[in-house]
């Protein structure tokens, strides 16, 4: 009996010594870590880091085990605002009020309205223009349901888990510019949901400066290892499934569906993906994913002109034949220079790189399939917008300014008369 009290005793105290062991090296590391900035080694590699994907980070983002991310409850970044339910808008009640019709439009960061305030949104002004207008007895409630970097994935998820509760009459759906974007990992269908315990630590842990530069690393280990070509996050086909699932589960809890096609600003290419260039390094096969919108140091997301010197420009898309935005802004410097001849030959390789806009095509062709297919109503916004060439509807490649979401209003408010909807 004495023995064993003495052995437990022994084992009590070599895991003590062996836990406080751990603890003390763990925070000498960790020490070590933010004192050195661990953090930053490495940050300009040539690998995406899939890291992005599960969790897009911007300050009214939270993680989420399912949906990778979504909208933090009653969190404001610049000027959007988030209710306490987790939506862009104002508040609102989770049963409806009665004679209320509900609409929610599901989408990414068109839908939300990145770049326009709260009341420059889509939704916003649609409801505004619904309850100002029509005849009809009832009340309309527009509820935004766009989520920054979501896919048709994270869509389908988002409504089955989320928003059939709130028990909408119509839905609004617009996704495909993040579903066609490269990963440096697999496809968005194959990243598990996060159990809790794991995901709770992973939470707990991310506090760390130390976990995070491994778990970087090991990132950039797995994507360093893609193989041109690389996955996107929503192979096309794996898009018209989920859209079509959108579709099937609004119509399950009696809710109509529009569906609206992705407009893209005509002259800038559109530069959302990173370029896949295939390089060899110790005998062994990498991608390097240059970031497009980067041009010698600055990013030129949202500008429509080069302000740092020509020979920067030559030098990029002489490294980088299938650049297309560094061909765009050499073409307008030739331009501006009076080199109408350079100018025309830079715009058409410029639009010949620009596959990331015919990808996109792709994407809008299926949109446009679902549609006949289900009998779906489909708001054409790529022809409408080229429709109006000449008018500024876009502040960067894609999204949509105030002036723009008054016209999807206008396009929904007709669609919603045509088919009986509203007065």
């Known amino acids: 009996m004495e023995q064993n009290k003495k052995w437990n005793s022994n084992l009590i105290t070599n895991i003590y010594v062996g836990l406080s062991a751990l603890l003390i090296s763990f925070f000498i590391v960790e020490v070590s870590a933010r004192i050195f900035k661990f953090e930053t080694i490495g940050t300009q590699e040539k690998y995406f880091d899939p890291e992005d994907r599960q969790h897009f980070k911007v300050p009214i983002n939270e993680k989420d085990p399912k949906l990778f991310w979504r909208l933090k409850a009653n969190s404001i970044y610049g000027n959007i605002s988030i209710n306490s339910k987790g939506f862009r808008g104002k508040e609102f009640s989770e049963e409806k009020i009665p004679l209320t019709l509900r609409i929610f439009t599901l989408g990414d960061s068109c839908t939300l309205g990145v ?21 009809s ?9 766009g989520v920054a970097g979501y896919t048709s994935l994270q869509g389908l998820r988002f409504l089955k888990t989320e928003i059939v509760k709130y028990k909408p009459d119509l839905v609004i759906v617009q996704f495909g510019f993040n579903d066609y974007v490269y990963t440096g990992g697999t496809s968005d269908k194959y990243i598990p949901n996060k159990q809790s315990l794991p995901f709770i630590l992973d939470g707990m842990l991310g506090k760390s400066h ?9 990132n950039h280990i797995v994507s360093g290892k893609t ?15 989920n859209m079509r699932g959108i579709i099937t589960i609004a119509q399950e809890v009696g809710a109509k569906v529009i569906l609206l096609t992705l407009p893209i600003r005509p002259d800038v290419p559109l530069v959302i993906n990173p370029i896949p260039i295939p390089f060899i390094e110790n005998g062994k096969t990498y991608v390097e994913w240059l970031r497009p919108g980067f041009l010698d ?22 490294r980088y034949p299938s650049w297309a935005l560094a061909h765009y802004f050499l073409a307008k410097k030739y331009e501006s220079a009076g080199d109408k001849a350079s100018a025309e030959r830079e715009y058409a390789l410029a639009r010949e790189a620009d596959t990331d806009r015919k990808v996109i095509r792709g994407y809008n062709a299926v949109i446009g399939e679902l549609a006949t297919e289900t009998g779906t109503p489909l708001i054409e916004l790529v022809s409408i917008f080229e429709s109006r060439k000449g008018e500024k509807f876009f502040g960067d490649e894609r999204h949509t300014n105030a002036k723009a979401n008054k016209l999807i209003a206008q396009e929904i408010v007709k669609i919603l008369k045509g088919h009986q909807f509203i007065n």
């Open 115 to 135: 770049g326009v305030g709260n009341d420059e949104t889509y939704a916003s002004v649609l409801e505004n223009t619904l309850n100002s207008n029509s005849h």
């Open 137 to 145: 007895p009832n009340k309309f409630e527009v509820i935004n349901a």
């Open 210 to 218: 130390f976990y995070r530069f491994v778990k970087r690393r090991l």
């Open 227 to 241: 193989l041109y070509p690389p996955n996107r996050r929503v192979e096309i086909g794996d898009f018209q499934q």
């Open 297 to 318: 140091g600055k990013n030129y997301y949202k500008e429509s002109d080069f302000n740092g010197p020509t020979s920067v420009l030559e030098s990029a898309v002489q």
